[in-house]
């Protein structure tokens, strides 16, 4: 057992004067004497003698399923010229801190998971919460990252954006499938001016650009720092544009129809199966409406003999979505003349904007069907997944207002390249605040 603690503790058996270990309270305590050294006082020099000792107690990740703790009976020494006392070099952990270096290991290592929050690890390692955050900050330092190759572009609301802002602009390295910034603000001034303080020659490096939610800021912004970069916008939110003019389609249609009728019933309840993908064949089930047994494939014949204008609403959607599934680069622009032909000659009032958003932003939809890297389209589908991470790390955390302390706590957690450098000069970011005034009763 004893080899066994002393392994773990990276202490030779030849340093330890005594050790033994004792179960309490559902805790196992290992108290640890070290042997006595020949020491010099620190001040003069001179040689030092044991001078009695003091205890120390040490937090200690888990031992053979117990709570574990070091109690470490510090020898003290005198010097025998000027009579000053210090303690012995402890091994166990970093000075100013009363958790072991195993245990500090451990909470760094929790701190890699953003769906974690402070208090959660440390109710885990039984210390404080202040403990961890002391003890991240502490260890963690990023400053601005290189610019990668392709640069995915997104947002996220959130009360730590600066004044005047209400989004934090989220960037994302396309190729290492990382996270490698947060700023405090998506305005175009703002990005301007972090990007002016970036060298010409890093920004000429940067070859593609995808934009989320066909926001102009990042497209003027990119088109100003990035001369080199191909401008895309994520093909994803186009979709996403079309289906909400479709569900205005549907809903109108549905309102103009008497209430639980049958047309209405097949417009409220079934109508996913006109928006998303479904298996049409499936084995027919009773239907308590119509009172017999229909597949999806029924039901959806009867959607479609609803209305002409749904009809052909429905036609133009799935012509857009084959597009943008089958497309490629060398097609993709006589492709998207056709469909652009056929919505203006359909004439459908609720899908003008969407007309007016894909001739807008043509060239960066073209754009999103090269394939620079992994033979995967040019998309934001990976700041989405990052984003999502994010939204959960602030849902679980009920929120967050430090914001250099969240900037650091999600790359940290979200780019495997980032890693934490262990240090005994402590420090906190926590925030500064206007001291509070006098009370006044």
């Not at 040019?378 to 700041?383: D, G, I, R, V």
């Amino acid at each position: 057992m004893n080899n066994l603690i002393t392994a773990a503790f990276n202490i030779k058996p030849e340093n330890i004067e005594s050790i033994h270990s004792i179960k309490e309270d559902g805790s196992l305590n290992i108290h640890i004497t070290l042997s006595i050294k020949p020491m010099e006082c620190p001040i003069c020099g001179a040689k030092a003698i044991s001078h009695g000792k003091h205890k120390k107690t040490i937090k200690h990740p888990a031992i053979l399923d117990f709570d574990g703790n070091i109690i470490w009976y510090a020898r003290r020494y005198k010097c025998t010229q000027c009579s000053h006392t210090f303690l012995e070099h402890n091994p166990f952990a970093f000075a100013g801190l009363s958790i072991s270096i195993a245990t500090q290991r451990a909470i760094m290592f929790d701190l890699k998971n953003p769906n974690f929050t402070y208090k959660d690890i440390a109710q885990r390692h039984h210390v404080s919460s202040f403990t961890v955050q002391k003890l991240f900050d502490s260890w963690v330092n990023i400053p601005r990252l290189k610019l990668p190759q392709s640069i995915g572009i997104d947002e996220i609301h959130s009360d730590m954006a600066i004044y005047g802002s209400s989004y934090l602009c989220v960037l994302v390295d396309n190729m290492e499938r990382s996270l490698f910034e947060i700023l405090p603000s998506r305005s175009k001034d703002y990005l301007n001016k972090y990007l002016e303080k970036i060298p010409q020659s890093e920004k000429d490096n940067v070859r593609y650009i995808t934009v989320d939610d066909m926001w102009d800021a990042y497209i003027d912004v990119a088109q100003k720092n990035f001369k080199n970069a191909i401008i895309a916008v994520d093909p994803f939110h186009v979709i996403k544009h079309l289906g909400e003019c479709f569900s205005r389609i549907r809903i109108n249609i549905q309102n103009q129809v008497v209430y639980d009728s049958d047309t209405y019933y097949l417009l409220k309840s079934w109508h996913r199966l006109l928006e998303t993908d479904f298996n049409l064949d499936n084995e027919p089930r009773y239907n308590g409406h119509f009172k017999k047994n229909l597949n999806y494939r029924n039901l959806y014949d009867m959607l479609l003999d609803i209305n002409e204008n749904l009809t052909c609403a429905y036609q133009l959607k799935e012509m857009y979505r084959r597009f943008n599934k089958e497309a490629t680069f060398e097609n993709a622009s006589e492709w998207l003349d056709e469909i652009i032909s056929a919505f203006l000659i359909a004439d459908i009032p609720e899908y003008r904007s969407f007309i007016d958003l894909i001739k807008k932003y043509r060239p960066y939809i073209l754009n999103s069907f090269k394939r620079p890297y992994d033979n995967r389209k040019l998309s934001n589908a990976l700041s989405e997944n990052i984003n999502s991470q994010i939204r959960a790390n602030l849902s679980v955390s009920r929120g967050a207002a430090n914001f250099t302390r969240f900037r650091k706590r999600m790359i940290y957690s979200l780019n495997n390249k980032i890693f934490y450098s262990a240090t005994e000069h402590l420090k906190s970011d926590k925030r500064t605040s206007k001291p509070r005034g006098n009370y006044k009763k």
